[in-house]
């Protein structure tokens, strides 16, 4: 893998931090025994919504008379002075991993914080009146959820901040609103692609000239899961169960876009505007014509996964700063786009991951009639699998240039034209030890069993090779 800007590490061998971890299920644990109520909440999460309490987390505050600094730092934790934090807190944080923030308090009490989707919403329905620290709409907003002697469950709302401070007065809330407004109701379907680019990067430099960077990003990508969700069945069901406890989508991990390669540069750019990062570059090998840009948010917590056609002599370039040349054939990426349209336009997301009791997701969601592909990765640090395709019809416009260009055969065309193509998925992932990255030949040969050409037939067999190939990468 190769790094493609400043700002993240030059190379991303994330790593694995077992240490660290422990460290943090110790106090997590014994934080539970100690909150009755924490403790009947983390079993609904699990029982009700197939995921972990440790992936609700957003920070948690540590006192000095319950550990020391050097046990913090010992677990990999580095102190970060530039965070806003309250005057009586300092930050700890693992930049190489997934892992929350920590925050060491002189203060005689331990706290942890979840970190719902939207406050008001989680309140409500675990039937508390409560009050919320912070205005509507507002960067950081905090509720106490239970106090039970020195153990405190709180809940915070983050819209584009990255700090532990409640404002008194947010200035930017009008504007905010406006963003969410603009992006929800933002114009999706155009003829003329460069056109549509065009209008779609004014619309964020407009936005970002009245907020900041991080504050456009969280409302544009509230929406961008707003817009998968109405055509997803299987988030619209896991959404819906998470909604329950008032989670919505905080357990978030990364969101997966595809794009033509005629417009790979200015979508890159599009991310950049929004303060996006770019991360590791993928290549899947000639055979799999793939490629991809991972982009990361400073202080949104938010990963994009940014799917390209790639051809071999492209993949020791940086392929988003440049316009890579048309070719005839499409790949599975550019055949998905042809199909159904632009991610950052009319199609959407491909598909949003995020974490959960890997097991337990897959046995849940199919007592409710979703089917779940095999894993493509299966290690002890890092599971993923795909619930099945969400099946989309196909314009005949659409068909008849993909099957001029030559990328589908007739009765392929036939096929889509009666029966649809795959669209998108929901992502089951569960990380554990802090990884933060992806295996790249479990990524490959899931862009291989989806592409609509092959899906029905590569979904059994590719599984099988991943498991195995796993089993022996792990030897």
Not at 393 to 400: A, D
Request: glycine share 6%; proline share 3%; hydrophobic share 35%.
């Amino acid at each position: 893998m190769k790094s493609a800007d400043r700002g993240f590490p030059q190379e991303f061998d994330w790593g694995l931090y077992p240490q660290a971890e422990n460290f943090l299920i110790q106090h997590i644990d014994t934080f539970l025994k100690s909150n009755s109520f924490a403790y009947k909440l983390s079993s609904r999460m699990e029982r009700e919504t197939s995921t972990r309490f440790f992936d609700w987390i957003d920070h948690i505050v540590l006192p000095e008379s319950v550990v020391r600094e050097k046990d913090i730092k010992e677990a990999g934790f580095q102190e970060v002075p530039d965070v806003e934090a309250p005057a009586d807190m300092r930050v700890f944080m693992q930049s190489r991993t997934v892992f929350f923030p920590i925050l060491l308090t002189k203060k005689r009490f331990i706290e942890v914080v979840l970190k719902p989707e939207i406050l008001e919403h989680f309140i409500q329905v675990i039937g508390k009146n409560l009050p919320i620290e912070g205005d509507i709409y507002a960067p950081y907003r905090k509720a106490t959820i239970s106090a039970q002697d020195n153990y405190v469950l709180s809940a915070v709302e983050r819209r584009g901040y990255q700090g532990f401070r409640i404002h008194e007065k947010t200035s930017d809330t009008w504007e905010y609103r406006r963003a969410i407004e603009a992006f929800f109701c933002r114009e999706r379907h155009f003829e003329n692609f460069r056109e549509g680019m065009d209008a779609t990067q004014q619309l964020v430099e407009d936005m970002c000239r009245k907020l900041s960077p991080a504050r456009v990003t969280d409302a544009f990508f509230r929406a961008e899961r707003m817009y998968w969700e109405r055509r997803n069945r299987a988030g619209q069901l896991q959404k819906s169960r998470q909604d329950r406890l008032g989670l919505g989508w905080g357990n978030h991990d990364h969101h997966t876009y595809r794009s033509s390669r005629e417009n790979f540069m200015r979508l890159i750019k599009i991310f950049e505007t929004l303060g996006f990062m770019r991360r590791e570059q993928f290549f899947a090998g000639e055979e799999a014509g793939w490629g991809a840009q991972i982009l990361e948010h400073p202080q949104c917590n938010i990963v994009v996964f940014a799917d390209i056609d790639l051809l071999k002599e492209e993949k020791d370039e940086d392929f988003t700063r440049y316009e890579l040349r048309q070719i005839t054939h499409m790949g599975t990426v550019g055949l998905w786009v042809g199909l159904h349209g632009e991610s950052i336009f009319q199609a959407g997301l491909h598909h949003l991951a995020a974490r959960f009791d890997f097991e337990k997701f897959r046995t849940d969601l199919k007592q409710q009639g979703i089917n779940t592909m095999n894993p493509f990765s299966y290690f002890e640090f890092l599971k993923q699998s795909f619930t099945e395709g969400e099946t989309w019809s196909v314009s005949k416009k659409r068909l008849n240039d993909i099957l001029v260009r030559g990328s589908v055969t007739k009765a392929q065309y036939e096929t889509f034209l009666g029966s649809g193509a795959v669209g998108s998925h929901l992502e089951n992932l569960q990380r554990t030890q802090g990884f933060k990255g992806f295996n790249q030949h479990s990524v490959s040969a899931i862009i291989k069993a989806t592409d609509p050409r092959k899906y029905k037939e590569l979904i059994i067999k590719t599984a099988y090779e991943i498991l195995i190939d796993n089993k022996m990468d792990m030897l």
